[in-house]
């Protein structure tokens, strides 16, 4: 399929004057989770709400790391979601979870997200 990044605002769902363009976040439909910078998520006033959440990597390494709450924005789109605080190193994803809840789906032939269509009834 590829890989590409797009562009995604992160708003702390609390007080949402505080919000952070994140100009470049890899869409990765393997990741079940959103990770972007604690430096991002902190400035904005994320609060970590699960710690050590244990994680593992495609290398099979674990690791953990701590998860927040954020309104995760790509275009017009938006959800809230767990987003994971991602330490130097890591990379920053858009996770399947924020796609599933942006109803936007990966056109591999483009490179870039699409609505996904109406969304199931039941």
């Known amino acids: 399929m590829g890989t590409f990044h797009t562009v995604c605002r992160l708003t702390n769902p609390l007080n949402r004057m505080r919000?952070?363009?994140?100009?470049?976040?890899?869409?990765?439909?393997?990741?079940?989770?959103?990770w972007i910078s604690q430096e991002t998520l902190r400035q904005i006033g994320i609060p970590a709400e699960?710690?050590?959440?244990?994680?593992?990597?495609?290398?099979?390494q674990t690791i953990t790391r701590?998860?927040?709450f954020a309104i995760v924005r790509v275009g017009e789109q938006f959800t809230i979601d767990e987003v994971v605080f991602a330490r130097p190193g890591d990379l920053q994803l858009l996770g399947a979870r924020s796609l599933e809840g942006l109803n936007l789906r990966v056109d591999s032939r483009s490179k870039k997200l699409v609505a996904a269509g109406p969304i199931p009834a039941a």
Do not use: Y
Not at 19 to 34: I, M, N
Not at 50 to 60: C, L, R, T, Y
């Open 66 to 68: 701590d998860i927040g």
């Open 50 to 60: 699960k710690k050590d959440v244990s994680f593992q990597m495609a290398n099979g």
């Open 19 to 34: 919000s952070a363009r994140v100009p470049r976040v890899l869409v990765d439909t393997g990741s079940e989770h959103t």
